[in-house]
């Protein structure tokens, strides 16, 4: 009997610490199938920061690096600078490349650095309790928006993905998300090609997935996904922002 599926080698088989329905594993998945597909599990080097994933280097079978709240694009430039052989990606949600980290990000992305980020966008803080994020939609009730978040009063949510695409250094900027399996196949090919551009040094890639807190946001992972489908993708719509590799002109 043919196998028609297995583990990849680029993950640890180890219990998974995210709430049920949480869609970091999904992701998790793809960014080590990328890794194993393209040999890099001894060449890589990932930099988590602080949040919900903040614990990833329990999963991921490459090099992992911890870095202060917000700062994992700093120190992938530090590690990419010293180690310019190495394949640098960071894995970052909402709540730390979008607030703390807006400005680590934004210089990485103008430096052109030659790393890839992973940006999870779920609309809130997951790892503290369900705060309002930078992401947070207009009318979007959390721990601290109990009403609703008012832009009035606590300003409108960032498009990260527009803001980063206008900077000369970044090469490739997508957004896309898991809810589908359709999008999950488009995700991972977003998720390859970000790495295939730091190997040929294209310079800087950044990729938003669009996941899911069934947790915090008080919904079932079905109901959940259909949020995501009915608020998110209207707000923050899925495709390339940015691409000025030889392939995207």
């Known amino acids: 009997m043919s196998i028609v599926f297995q583990p990849t080698k680029a993950m640890l088989d180890v219990p998974t610490h995210y709430c049920p329905g949480c869609t970091h594993g999904t992701i998790h998945r793809l960014v080590a199938e990328v890794l194993e597909e393209l040999d ?26 911890e870095a ?15 180690k310019p052989d190495a394949t640098v990606f960071t894995y970052q949600g909402d709540g730390d490349l979008a607030a ?17 980020s992973i940006f999870v966008n779920n609309c809130i803080y997951g790892m ?23 832009v009035k009063s606590q300003g409108h949510p960032i498009r990260v993905s527009e803001m980063i695409s206008t900077l000369d250094g970044a090469c490739y900027v997508e957004r896309v ?4 399996v359709p999008n999950i196949n488009k995700a991972k090919k977003a998720i390859k090609k970000a790495f295939q551009n730091q190997l040929e040094g294209k310079g800087f890639s950044m990729i938003e997935v669009l996941s899911i807190c069934p947790t915090n946001w008080g919904l079932s992972p079905v109901e959940s996904m259909n949020w995501l489908r009915e608020n998110m993708i209207p707000f923050y719509p899925l495709g390339v922002k940015k691409d000025t590799t030889e392939e995207g002109k």
Request: glycine residues 12%; hydrophobic residues 40%; aromatic residues 6%.
């Open 128 to 150: 503290t309790g369900g705060q309002m994020a930078p992401t947070t939609l207009p009318g979007q009730v959390t721990e601290t928006s109990p009403y609703g978040r008012d």
């Open 40 to 65: 890099l599990v001894d060449k890589a080097i990932g930099v988590a920061p602080v949040g919900c994933s903040v614990l990833c280097y329990d999963y991921f079978a490459c090099d992992m690096f």
């Open 177 to 180: 998300s898991v809810d589908t």
């Open 100 to 116: 703390i980290g807006t400005a680590e990000i934004v210089h990485a992305a103008t430096r052109g650095e030659n790393i890839v």
């Open 68 to 82: 202060a709240h917000g700062r994992a694009p700093a120190v992938a430039t530090g590690i990419k600078r010293v």
